[in-house]
C-alpha cells in the first residue's frame, strides 16, 4: 500500500480524483487509503511528492 | 433530517444551487471554513458576475485586470492591451476565500440550511428520493432528500458513490502549486508562461492580487513527466522577475481537463461544476462554468420538486441547458488543448514571433487561437482542427 508523508501532503485532493479504483478519501484533515492496489497513478500525480 | 434538496459542497457550483433553489434545501461541506483553504488562482473575466445575476461585494475582488501577457518558452512577451485589442475587456482576480464563503451566506439568508464542517460518506437511493450518510463533528447524520445535487469538486466522492466513474486519467488533469507571493513588481495583467521549459502541458500563471503581491502558480500534465509541479515551479522563481519576492501562502490542486462527464444527470442526482469535469480545458478556469451549471441545477430541482418528478427523464433537462450555456466552447478548448500539448517549444516561439504585431477585435480565447492558425499556416497541419 502507497505511503502518504504527512509531513509533505497538502490535502489537494486530486489523489483521490485520479486514483483507479477509488481507493482515496482526501478530508480537511487527513488521507485515507483503503484496498490500494499499488498501481502508482497517485505518486505520479501528486504536485509535492507526499506518496512513497 | 428530511429536506427536499441536499446539495454536497460549498463551493462556487453548490451556492450557486443553494441559492437558485427555492425549496427546502441543506448544503453542507466538509470545511470548517468555506472558502479555506484557497486552491486556485482566481481570475475571472468581468462577465461571471453580469451572468450569475449577483452584485459583487468589494472583499470578493482584489484587483482588476487590464490585459494579458503571453509569454514563449524563449522570452517573446505578446501583451495584449488595448494597443493590440479593439474591444479590449477586463477581468479580476477574486479574494476567493471572501467569494466563496459570501456566496454560501447568500445561500443561508435565502433559507438555505448551511452546514459546514459535515462530510458526506455514503448515499443511498430510497423509495423515492436519496439518503446521504455524513460526518458531522464524531456523529454520523443521516439526510433524506428528494434531489441530490453534487458540487464536491474534483474528488467526484458524490458521483462515484452513485456508481459513476469519474476517475481523470494522467493526461487529463492538471497537477497544480501556487505561491501566493508579496514584495513582487506588477502590472495590472495576469502573466501567462507557456512551453515544456515552464510547464509541460500547462503553464505558468503570475495572477496579481494587491499593489505588490500576486498568485503565481503552476498546472502540468503529469503523464508528460516525472518532475513534481513544485519542482517546476521553485525553478521559476529563480528568475530575476521574482527574485526579491516572499512567500505568504503555499497552495495545492487538481484541475480536470478532460471535457464533463457524457451524463450529467441520474434518477434523484445532478452533478455540476469540477465533480462534472466542467472546466475550460485549455485555461483551466472552472469557476464560471461551476456557476452556471450550479444555478442551472438549482432550478430544474426546484421544478422537479415542484412536479414531484424526480426521474432521470426529468433531470435530463439540466444537462441540455448547460450544454446550451457552454457546451460548445469546452469541446472546442478541449480539442485546442490536445493541439497545445503537442507544440514543441520552437513552435510555440515561432508562434509567438507571428503573433508580436497581431491586432485584435476582441481578446477571446477563440479569437487569439483563430489568428495563430491565420499567421502560421507552416503548422496548420497541427492546427487544423482548431479551424470552424
Ligand atoms: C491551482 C488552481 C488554480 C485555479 N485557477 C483558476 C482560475 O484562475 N480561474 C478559474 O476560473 N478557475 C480556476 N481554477 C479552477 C476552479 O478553482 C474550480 O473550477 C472551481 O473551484 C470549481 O468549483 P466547484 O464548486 O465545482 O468546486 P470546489 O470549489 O472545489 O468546491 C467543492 C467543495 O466541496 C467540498 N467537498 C468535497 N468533498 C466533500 C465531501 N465528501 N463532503 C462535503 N463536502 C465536500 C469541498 O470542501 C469544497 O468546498 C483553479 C484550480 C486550481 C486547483
Ligand atoms: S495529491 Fe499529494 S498533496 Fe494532494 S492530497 Fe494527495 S498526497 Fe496530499
Ligand atoms: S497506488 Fe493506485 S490503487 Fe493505490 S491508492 Fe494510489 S492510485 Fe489508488
Known amino acids: ?22 481507493c482515496i478519501t482526501v478530508t480537511e484533515r487527513e488521507v485515507i487509503i483503503e484496498n490500494c492496489r499499488e498501481c502508482g497513478t497517485c505518486e505520479k500525480f501528486c504536485p509535492v511528492g507526499a506518496i512513497e | 433530517m428530511k429536506k427536499d434538496l441536499i446539495v454536497i459542497g460549498a463551493g462556487p457550483a453548490g451556492s450557486m444551487a443553494a441559492i437558485n433553489s427555492k425549496c427546502d434545501t441543506v448544503l453542507i461541506d466538509q470545511r470548517a471554513e468555506i472558502g479555506v483553504p484557497k486552491q486556485c488562482a ?15 461585494k468589494k472583499e470578493w475582488i482584489s484587483k482588476k485586470i487590464k490585459y494579458t501577457s503571453l509569454i514563449s518558452p524563449s522570452g517573446i512577451e505578446i501583451k495584449l492591451d488595448d494597443k493590440r485589442v479593439k474591444k479590449a475587456k477586463f477581468g479580476f482576480v477574486l479574494n476567493r476565500k471572501n467569494f ?46 428528494r434531489i441530490l445535487i453534487a458540487c464536491d469538486g474534483v474528488q467526484s466522492k458524490v458521483a462515484k458513490s452513485f456508481g459513476l466513474n469519474t476517475t481523470l486519467p494522467l493526461r487529463y488533469i492538471e497537477s497544480c502549486y501556487q505561491y501566493e507571493m508579496t514584495n513582487i513588481e506588477i502590472e495590472p495583467a495576469v ?21 505588490n503581491s500576486a498568485n503565481v502558480g503552476i498546472g502540468i500534465v503529469p503523464s ?8 517546476y515551479l521553485d525553478d521559476f522563481l529563480k528568475r530575476e522577475r521574482l527574485k526579491g519576492g516572499k512567500i505568504v501562502e ?52 426546484t ?7 424526480y426521474s432521470e427523464k426529468f433531470l435530463s433537462e439540466y444537462q441540455k441547458l448547460w ?66
Not at chain 2, 456566496?103 to 440550511?113: C, D, F, P, V
Not at chain 2, 510547464?199 to 505558468?204: F, I
Not at chain 2, 508528460?224 to 509541479?229: I, N, P
Not at chain 2, 421544478?303 to 418528478?309: L, N, P, Q, S
Open chain 2, 303 to 309: 421544478k422537479a420538486i415542484e412536479k414531484e418528478d
Open chain 2, 224 to 231: 508528460l513527466t516525472e518532475k513534481r509541479a513544485k519542482d
Open chain 2, 323 to 388: 450544454k446550451n450555456e457552454f457546451g460548445k466552447e469546452l469541446e472546442y478548448y478541449g480539442k485546442a488543448q490536445e493541439v497545445l500539448i503537442k507544440l514543441t517549444d520552437a513552435e510555440l516561439d515561432k508562434i509567438a514571433e507571428s503573433l508580436q504585431e497581431i491586432k485584435l477585435e476582441s481578446i477571446s480565447t477563440m479569437e487569439i487561437l483563430k489568428a495563430i492558425v491565420k499567421m502560421n499556416p507552416k503548422l496548420l497541419w497541427k492546427l487544423k482542427s482548431l479551424i470552424t
Open chain 2, 100 to 145: 466563496d464563503k459570501g456566496l454560501a451566506e447568500i445561500a443561508a439568508n435565502n433559507g438555505t440550511e448551511l452546514m459546514p464542517k459535515t462530510r458526506f460518506i455514503k448515499a443511498e437511493r430510497t423509495e423515492n428520493g436519496v439518503k446521504i450518510y455524513a460526518k458531522r463533528f464524531n456523529e454520523t447524520i443521516e439526510i433524506e432528500g
Open chain 2, 191 to 211: 502573466e501567462l508562461y507557456f512551453g515544456r521549459v515552464y510547464a509541460p502541458g500547462g503553464y505558468v500563471w503570475i495572477f496579481p492580487k494587491g499593489e
Open chain 2, 42 to 56: 482566481e481570475g475571472v473575466s468581468e462577465s461571471l458576475f453580469k451572468k450569475i445575476g449577483i452584485k459583487p
Open chain 2, 250 to 301: 503555499i497552495n495545492a490542486g487538481a484541475v480536470p481537463i478532460s471535457t464533463p462527464l457524457e451524463k450529467t444527470y441520474a434518477d434523484n442526482l445532478m452533478i455540476c461544476g469540477d465533480a462534472a469535469r466542467m472546466v475550460n480545458p485549455l485555461t483551466g478556469g472552472g469557476i464560471h462554468t461551476a456557476c452556471i451549471s450550479g444555478s442551472i441545477a438549482g432550478k430544474i430541482a
Open chain 1, 1 to 22: 500500500m502507497v505511503k502518504i508523508n504527512k509531513d509533505i501532503c497538502m490535502l489537494c485532493g486530486g489523489c483521490a480524483s485520479v486514483c483507479p479504483f477509488n
